[in-house]
């Protein structure tokens, strides 16, 4: 398996600390993916027939139009929506997907929703003054606790309007067991949100599952996370939801009907999309899709495992190297860590300068979890927000993408043992 001829950028030359051209190495995919080749193409071909969608009569606007309307069918398709009952609407990324679920929701205060200390900030920063939010429990390695999750469904009784759970961890990579999940939601009356962009890119994933009772009712994700360009992502879910009530973004293409004193608005998705559609993001998206369905989903997962393995294992070699989640099973290929008596930031830097591989340090916009894992109270919280200059807790993570080789861990290897063997030099400098 070898998946390295199917991204654009791969052999990129980057300058060293000390001038030399270095081969790029990425391992910082959980950001954001470099693009496909067949993405770049697409965008490419398409080009010669850009033109206005839904309002133009021109020949290129027409087809414009039927190429952005087919595409939902290949998005619904692609994560096993029910294409008669939901929909799909386009949207720069997760972090709009869900902020707009949190406008559409219920409007009412008295809604619960549940959240998880595992979550990025995008799934939990939207739901906080909107609704009451409440977050599940993770044990000590950072796993969510189920029966945390019952005993808060029982709590609120029938109060719980969503539960919104991330699919795979942006920090630790732990996959959610969201059918699971979905099942105790609907059993007390409430919805789950999965909270894709970790996921969808790494896993297949099916919005329906063998029984009723465990169906997905939203899902989230980025294109940009999943070898498409930035600008374009889709929040999927049942059409009745949005089809009551104001959309939250209002403009040109929400509307059927405007007169001064009363305005009919559009069926969803439509609705939901204000302003001229991002269509060369949605063409671009779709190659994405097709581009990973052509794949295999399953055999994304089985080459990425084996990264995820050989980084595990070759890490966990290094007595300096701190690892959270030394237990590999259900995750996607995500590793944090921390070498023993060196700030994260610094790793990452000597990463960069010294060897060419781009990680991310700090905390991956998920600040509670990772406080959680590091296992800092408020108070030190509290403390190290006053102080500007206090360095900040956090953790150096790995995150690969199906482009990957071991051959770069190898590398990743030699710089690690470089870090260690040079601690009190860095420390210094
Ligand atoms: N959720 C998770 C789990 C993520 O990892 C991210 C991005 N790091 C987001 C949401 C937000 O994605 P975006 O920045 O594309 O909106």
């Known amino acids: 398996m070898y998946f390295r001829n199917l991204v654009v950028g791969v052999n990129t030359l980057v300058p060293l600390k000390n001038g030399k051209l270095t081969r790029y190495i990425n391992f910082d995919n959980a950001a954001t993916t470099p693009p496909f080749i067949n993405v770049m193409n697409a965008i490419n071909s398409f080009a010669p027939w850009y033109s206005s969608i839904h309002r133009g009569t021109g020949y290129k606007s027409v087809f414009s139009t039927e190429i952005y309307e087919s595409s939902r069918e290949?998005?619904?398709?692609?994560?096993?929506?029910?294409?008669?009952?939901?929909?799909?609407?386009?949207?720069?990324?997760?972090?709009?997907?869900?902020?707009?679920?949190s406008?559409?929701?219920?409007?009412?205060?008295?809604?619960?929703?549940?959240?998880?200390?595992?979550?990025?900030?995008?799934?939990?920063?939207?739901?906080?003054?909107?609704?009451?939010?409440?977050?599940?429990?993770?044990?000590?390695?950072?796993?969510?606790?189920?029966?945390?999750?019952?005993?808060k469904l029982k709590k609120y009784d029938g109060k719980v309007k969503l539960v919104?759970?991330?699919?795979?961890?942006?920090?630790?990579g732990y996959i959610n067991p969201y059918y699971e999940i979905a099942k105790l939601a609907h059993k007390y009356g409430a919805f789950i949100l999965v909270d894709g962009a970790q996921l969808i890119p790494h896993r297949k994933f099916d919005m329906k599952s063998h029984s009723d009772d465990e169906h997905i009712d939203f899902i989230a994700f980025s294109g940009h996370k999943m070898y498409a360009p930035f600008g374009v992502g889709a929040l999927i879910g049942p059409k009745r939801i949005f089809e009551k009530g104001e959309p939250d973004l209002k403009g040109g293409g929400t509307v059927k009907v405007v007169s001064h004193d009363f305005v009919i608005w559009e069926d969803p998705?439509?609705?939901?999309?204000?302003?001229?559609?991002?269509?060369?993001?949605?063409?671009?998206?779709?190659?994405?899709?097709?581009?990973?369905?052509?794949?295999?989903?399953?055999?994304?997962?089985?080459?990425?495992r084996i990264l995820l393995k050989y980084a595990n294992h070759i890490l966990s070699q290094f007595n300096d190297v701190e690892l959270y989640c030394p237990n590999i099973s259900n995750k996607v290929a995500i590793i944090p860590f921390n070498i023993k008596g060196i700030y994260h930031g610094k790793v990452a830097e000597i990463l960069s300068d010294y060897f060419a591989i781009a990680v991310r340090s700090g905390c991956f916009c998920a600040q509670p979890y990772i406080q959680r894992l590091l296992r800092i109270d408020k108070e030190k919280i509290l403390k190290i927000a006053k102080n500007p200059d206090s360095k900040r807790p956090g953790m150096v993570r790995?995150?690969?993408?199906?482009?990957?080789?071991?051959?770069?861990?190898d590398i990743l290897a030699r710089a690690i043992r470089f870090i260690i063997a040079n601690k009190s030099y860095f420390l210094s400098n």
């Open 103 to 151: 406008n559409r929701l219920c409007k009412d205060d008295k809604c619960v929703v549940l959240s998880t200390f595992m979550e990025h900030h995008s799934n939990d920063l939207p739901w906080r003054g909107k609704f009451k939010v409440d977050y599940i429990e993770t044990d000590d390695c950072g796993r969510l606790l189920l029966d945390d999750l019952e005993g």
């Open 269 to 304: 998705p439509s609705k939901e999309e204000a302003g001229t559609p991002n269509l060369m993001g949605v063409v671009a998206l779709i190659a994405a899709i097709e581009t990973l369905q052509n794949i295999g989903m399953d055999k994304i997962d089985e080459y990425e």
């Open 74 to 101: 290949k998005v619904l398709n692609f994560v096993g929506a029910d294409s008669k009952l939901d929909t799909v609407i386009y949207v720069r990324n997760t972090t709009e997907a869900i902020n707009k679920l």
């Open 164 to 172: 919104a759970v991330t699919g795979a961890s942006n920090v630790t």
């Open 398 to 409: 790995l995150s690969f993408g199906l482009y990957n080789t071991c051959d770069e861990i």
